[in-house]
């Protein structure tokens, strides 16, 4: 079996209403979900997808054409042509995609199959303030979730606590709380935003412990290992990360210096090979693994497998945020997102390879090519 050609799109998918102010881009007005869908076929007669973020114009000139050609099975070749290609990353998955077509398997058999469930958490996507998050919180529990990620990026940590413990109120101990602080990147975001320092770092932690929130997820730079190795060390609470750091030696480095508690590598950004190579170390230094959310269906849907087959994984993230943001649309490219049971978990199907079926009727609609 060769691969045959390429085919990529890219699809805007429009959000309702005007939209959202996301807490990872203050100042932003996010509109649509906007990504490079990815579809590889093979002389077998056999397509694999995935979507992430890119251009077409540089996978078709990049990438394409040494892929072209090549066993779908050859993913070595293909991880060191992704490299070469500025790392491209998630087209990996659309080659799991395949091997588990042509295996007759879903993924997570194929990655060892460890269980077939796990629990979701709702992830809001703007800060909102104490009495929305509250009422959220509780439509969440109606909705069956029984955990729910909150995003802190107020000026203040009294602001932030003031957040964190209005829901911990409304919900008791109903519901498992986790924080995300986005602090370890800067994006070219129009408005200022706050910029945690170590101290507050500490300070906000200790808070959080006290509210008994599950995790704090980015408190500080991305890259200041030894800075986030000291905190891990320095507080209780699971210090959590990792999601948009790429390369098996950074993930080393994290690794020995105890940056993280909690491992969030998504396979929608370093591909699913890249990914399992990072979860066996993770494994060996005794990591847990929550992933981040995969920017799409498809790459939600990846980090499913993963998390199902790697027997430290902990949730898989629901992102989820009503009426301005939700899953439904974040999730528009596959006919059937995922959703979760009565009890806040997802389950998997035994479909072959990542087990979804592109939403044709949306790329049509809000795809262009070029």
Known sequence: MKIARIETVRVDVPLPGEGFRPAWGPGLLQRTWSNVLVKVFTDAGIVGYAAGHSFVSH????????????????LEYHHQVLTNAGGPFFIDIALWDIIGKACGQPLYKLFGG???????????????TPERRAEDALRYLAEGFTALKLRLHNWTLAEDVALVTAVRRAVGDRMAILVDANQTFSIPS???????????????ARALE?????????????????????????????????EFNTGL?????????????????????????????????AEAYGKSYAPHNGYNGLGVTACLHLVLAHPQGMYLEYLHDPPVAPF????????????????????VTD???????????????YGTRG
């Open 249 to 281: 030696h950074e993930f080393r480095a994290i690794l020995e210096y105890g940056a993280y508690d909690i491992l969030q590598a998504d396979p929608a950004y370093l591909g699913i090979t890249q990914t399992r190579k990072i979860l066996a170390m």
């Open 59 to 74: 996978i078709e000139r990049s990438v394409a054409p040494y892929m072209i050609g090549r066993d779908p099975f050859a």
């Open 114 to 128: 460890h269980r077939t469930r796990v629990k979701a958490y709702a992830a809001t996507c703007e800060v909102g």
């Open 210 to 242: 006290e509210l008994d929130v599950v995790w704090l997820e980015e408190p500080l730079w991305r890259y200041d290992y030894e800075v986030l190795g000291r905190l891990a060390a320095e507080v209780d609470i699971p210090i959590a990360g990792g």
């Open 328 to 347: 439904q649309s974040f999730s528009a490219l596959v006919t059937e997102p995922l959703t979760i049971d009565t009890e806040g978990y997802v389950h």
């Open 351 to 365: 479909k072959p390879g990542l087990g979804v079926e592109l939403n044709e009727a949306i790329v049509e609609r």
């Open 190 to 204: 129009p408005g200022p935003w706050p910029r945690w320092t170590y101290q507050r770092a500490v300070a906000t």
